[in-house]
Antibody, heavy 120, light 107 residues
Framework: QVQLQESGPGLVKPSETLSLTCAVS?????????WGWIRQPPEKGLEWIGN???????YYNPSLKSRVTISVDTSKNQFSLKLSSVTAADTAVYYC?????????????WGQGTLVTVSS | DIQMTQSPSTLSASVGDRVTITCRAS??????LAWYQQKPGKAPKLLIY???SLESGVPSRFSGSGSGTEFTLTISSLQPDDFATYYC?????????FGGGTKVEIK
């Protein structure tokens, strides 16, 4: 059973960099599938941030592209998100997820989510 | 970007009701559409992919239909566990985009 678990600071200061890690169990991140990040501001809808393939190829949301980096660490079976120059608008629950089907970017497996608050 | 518009934004219904949620895409996405259910404080759960394919383990009272720009999610007989918010998502083109959500409330 594939399981994903986000971790990272719950509070980040404005203008700093948000860093989160998603630990994957039950499946090797080196195999097929894209691995992604999705966020949800409080009481709002879902926003796709980006995704990465195990070989390192990435797709990012153009609205965040200049500030986002997603990377993968196959030795630890985890992938990471960095979002720079954060503002209060980046306050959200951040989810990591795995594609539901090879080659199709819908999300079949999700982490429980982690709330990141941007505040001084 | 492809805009996804869901309607209604809120729906009040009773247990046993047949419920239909609509999702419209700003341009054709073929059948590359997924539906998710989200309960408060929980991650979204995949219900339907490729517009009408039921994810394993999802009750058969959930069904999806449509292609091109108009899609529907139907719950044939609403159960207490189904009161939640539902989102559609297109995966035809990057950037991936979600609808704004439909909250199904108890009438």
């Amino acid at each position: 059973q594939v399981q994903l678990q986000e971790s990272g600071p719950g509070l980040v200061k404005p203008s700093e960099t948000l860093s989160l890690t998603c630990a994957v169990s039950g499946y090797s991140i080196s195999s097929a599938y894209y691995w992604g990040w999705i966020r949800q501001p409080p009481e709002k809808g879902l926003e796709w941030i980006g995704n990465i393939f195990h070989g390192g190829s990435t797709y990012y949301n153009p609205s965040l592209k200049s500030r986002v980096t997603i990377s993968v660490d196959t030795s630890k079976n985890q992938f990471s998100l960095k979002l720079s120059s954060v503002t209060a608008a980046d306050t959200a629950v951040y989810y990591c997820a795995r594609q539901g089907g090879v080659g199709y970017t819908y999300w079949g497996y999700w982490g429980q989510g982690t709330l990141v608050t941007v505040s001084s | 970007d492809i805009q996804m518009t869901q309607s209604p934004s809120t729906l009040s219904a009773s247990v046993g009701d047949r419920v239909t949620i609509t999702c419209r895409a700003s341009q054709s996405i073929s059948s590359w559409l997924a539906w998710y259910q989200q309960k408060p404080g929980k991650a979204p759960k995949l219900l339907i992919y490729k517009a009408s394919s039921l994810e394993s383990g999802v009750p058969s009272r959930f069904s999806g239909s449509g292609s091109g720009t108009e899609f529907t999610l139907t719950i044939s007989s609403l159960q207490p566990d189904d009161f939640a918010t539902y989102y559609c998502q297109q995966y035809n083109t990057y950037p991936l985009t979600f609808g704004g959500g439909t909250k199904v409330e108890i009438k």
